[in-house]
């Protein structure tokens, strides 16, 4: 049975920095695109970030990553632990939504609880 679990969200200032983890059971982990979405109040999930794991340590992770979040947030994977990330700096007001993991593109019949992230100052 397939299953994505996430947590580490949380109340944060503007500014402020959240990580985010998701733990993957039921698939083939390694082999799967990851990627983090996001539903803010009243708008469509969106993804935010996506991960496919690099051919070798060399060449490394391909990563993915909405324009209003690049260079503030860093998705990563352990392919190991079957658990993937998102570390998010300099939160802003706007980043304030549910935040979900899926394989991306996402398989509908999984989707998680998710973690709620509240930036407010």
């Known amino acids: 049975q397939v299953q994505f679990v996430e947590s580490g969200g949380g109340l944060v200032q503007p500014g402020e920095s959240l990580r985010l983890s998701c733990a993957a059971s039921?698939?083939?982990?390694?082999?799967?695109?990851m990627g983090w979405y996001r539903q803010a109040p009243g708008k469509q999930r969106e993804l935010v970030a996506s991960?496919?794991?690099?051919?070798?340590?060399?060449?490394?992770?391909?990563?993915t990553y909405i324009d209003s979040v690049k260079g503030r947030f860093i998705i990563s994977r352990d392919n190991a632990k079957n658990m993937v990330y998102l570390q998010m700096t300099s939160l802003k007001h706007e980043d304030t939504a549910d935040y979900y993991c899926n394989t991306e593109p996402p398989d509908v019949r999984y989707w998680g609880q998710g973690t709620q992230d509240t930036v407010s100052s």
């Open positions: 991960i496919i794991t690099g051919a070798s340590i060399i060449t490394g992770d391909r990563t």
């Open positions: 039921g698939i083939f982990f390694s082999i799967y695109p």
